[in-house]
Each structure stands twice: as C-alpha cells, then as structure tokens.
C-alpha cells in the first residue's frame, strides 16, 4: 500500500497537486487499484492498512469480523460503492502514464459483495426486496404495499439514498415537522405507523445479516392517546336500523347493490370486521351449516396476522346462507370493486338515513364505527370484559375499553341502580332495634 497525490497541469500550464490523498494497494485479485481517500494523511493512511486487511481477507475467504463490518459501514458511500464496484472510477491525471494504464485496464472492483453489503444498494432497490419479503411471509399485498410505501415517505424525508445515511435525529426530526405542518398535517397515530415501517425495515435489514446495528433502535413510538385526530363514537340501536334501511333500499355503490351493502354493514357490526377483513371474505370462510356457525380471516388478511375464527349469530348466519346460496366456495363474499372506498360508500348510505356525521362533542361516525360499535354494544350488554377484548382480537384490554368502548351518560345513570339502598329506616325499625 501507498499514498500519494496524483499531480495534474492547470489551464495556465502550472502544475498542481489534488486535495485529497490517493491510496494505491492489490485487491484480493491481486489486481493494482487506486481510490481518491482524504485530505487528511493519517485517515488515508489508516484506510490503507484497512483496505489492505480486507482485501487478504477476500483472498483467504475468511468471514468478517463485527468491528470490520462497522468499519465499511461507516465509510463515506462514494468510497464504497467504488469497493463493490458500482460505480465508474473517475479519470485522474497522473505523472506516471504506465500506472495510468494499469489503473484503466483492470475491471471493476469486487472487494464488497452486495448481497452481503446491503449498505451499497440504493434505499429504493430494497424497498422492493423488503415488499417481497413481506408477501413471502404470508403479509397480504396491501399490507405489504403499505408498509414499503410508508419507509419510502420518510427516507425521501429525510434524504436518505443507502442504509447508513438512515439517522435516527433525521427521522425524528422529519416526523416532528409533519405533525407540527399547517398543510397536511398529521397526527400521532399516523406518525407511529410511518415509524413502525421504518424500523420494520431496518430489523429486516439487520436480520438479514446485511448491517450489524439498527439505526432507528432508539426511537420509540408516541402515545397516540394524546393526539386524537379522528374521535369516533359508537352508533345508537337507532341510527343503525335506519343505516341498514337505507343502504337496502339504496342504489349501487362500488359493485355492491342495497342489499349487499346491507348484509355488509350487518356482518361489520355483529363480528367487528374491519373494511380488508371483510373484503378478503370467501364463500369459504362462512361455517353457516353447524350448529355453531362461524366465520374465519386469513392470517394474511387480519390485522394481528393470525388466523381468526369468530362465532356469528344465529339469525345472521341463516341471513348469510340465503345470501351466499347460488355462489361458489371460492367467490368473493362480497363482489366489492377495486376501487373501494368503504368510508366514501358509507357516508352516502349514513346521509340517506340522516344521520349526523359529527355529534356535539365533534365525534365522527364512519364504516370504523361499526366496529366500535360492536364492541360497545358487548360491553353494554354485559359481557366479560376479557370476552369483549378476545372478540375484539385486541392484544391488550386496554385498547378494547378505552378506544372501542362508549359509554353514555344514560349507561352510566343507570349503573347507579346495582348501588345499595341507603335510605334511613322508619321509626318504628329504630324504636325495635332499641
């Protein structure tokens, strides 16, 4: 290994030397490269006696340390990708010519493989793999599109083309400035699932055995609880008769005629099924005939990414039957269009019925609310509050009581009625009792 400073003639004929440092070593070929290192010739130097490790460690095929993984990791991604030979070396003038040509013939460099490497992979290149990765495990398209496209907006954020320009101050930062914005402004929630994204990629990334560290395992999601954009309520036994009345006497709306859309609203409010569960359904999935009917989501289709096999009402299910009668097993239970909106579809059925979209408190219904609907309802009805969470499929209790659940002031006078009576006793009792 050497160090040196390529020369070159300026426009007024006078020579000059570069800023930066060059250090010429054999790589595990044994071929004679160059690369540009720093203005510094201590650093360059160091860089020297790394490359010359690394590349007897090529040659011999000896597996990477940690501390020299960290070290490639950390170089600056211009030097790099000139390791793996992903980028074209820039023409350097130099005093001698012989080495010159040397430099010239020799093909690309092959020092770090990419596949081991991920660092010297553009970000959107993994993106890609990081989807294909997702749907391999069984995760539902949609799941899986959303999950790359959420990375996506933050590393565009925060200007981050390879992993390791990927810091946790950036994302931080670029996530505070997108619920602080006056346009578009996001909230907690939204601000979690684009962090979640991120940092399942980086564990991806880490798994895979192409980095030895997470970059983002510092960071940690905010209490959504706190900043509440969408504030949802559950609907009264009312409103939900004349939403289901007027979506079976309504028009067509994305494929689903009234009484599709009926039937749908009816199974969302019964079983809790978000809008995806629902639209995954298949003949299949429906066990009408037993005695305990049920209905069963996919893995791939449920939130929590399980299996999950919920019991239906008996009235119901014989509604399904009659429903699904002329349908092979493998149709869709519902023929929804691709360009679904539920929320869209819902509103006109809740406008037809003329119910109010916001209460007086500013709480919104939407298709959401019919699952906060069911679970209120359970409540309500008094089920077990562990019965509601494992119906709910929530992980914690928590989560079932205190977002899912909504109690009114009529719920809470009418608790009063389980208090004993304290009123005093007559007289005579007390003249008795004497």
Known sequence: MRLFKP???????????????????????????RIAAFTDKAASAELGRRLDRLSAMRATGQPLPPEMRAWIEGLPSSIRLKLAGQTKAKIVREVKRAESTVFASTPRMSMLDSKAF????????LLGEFEASLLAKGNSPEHSLR???????????IGA?????????????????????VVGRIGARTSNYLLQATRQFCRWFVRTGRAIEDPLR?????NAAVDVRRQRRALTDDELRRILQAAETGPTLYGLTGPDRAMLYRL???TGLRANELRSLRVSSFDLASARPTVTVSAASSKRRREDTLPLKRSTAQALAAYLRERGPFAAAFP???SWRSAEMFAADREAAGVAEHDERG????????????????VRGGVAPKVAQALARHSTIVLTMDQYCHIRVEDQRDALDALPELAAPSTPALRANA
């Open 336 to 338: 929804i269009a691709k």
């Open 218 to 222: 510092v960071l940690q999601p905010m």
């Open 268 to 270: 969302a409010v019964e």
């Open 161 to 181: 083309e390879y992993f390791t320009e990927i810091d946790a101050s950036a994302v931080e930062q670029f996530l505070r400035r997108e619920r602080e914005q």
């Open 363 to 378: 709480h919104v219904v939407d298709f959401h609310a019919l699952r906060h609907t069911f679970i209120t309802n359970l």
């Open 118 to 125: 991920g660092a010297t992979l553009q970000l959107d290149d």
């Open 147 to 157: 999950a790359k496209v959420r990375a996506c907006r933050v590393f565009k954020g």
């Open 7 to 33: 020369e070159w003639k300026a426009p007024d004929g006078k020579p000059r030397t570069t800023s930066k440092w060059y250090v010429a070593w054999k790589d595990n070929r044994g071929a004679l490269r």
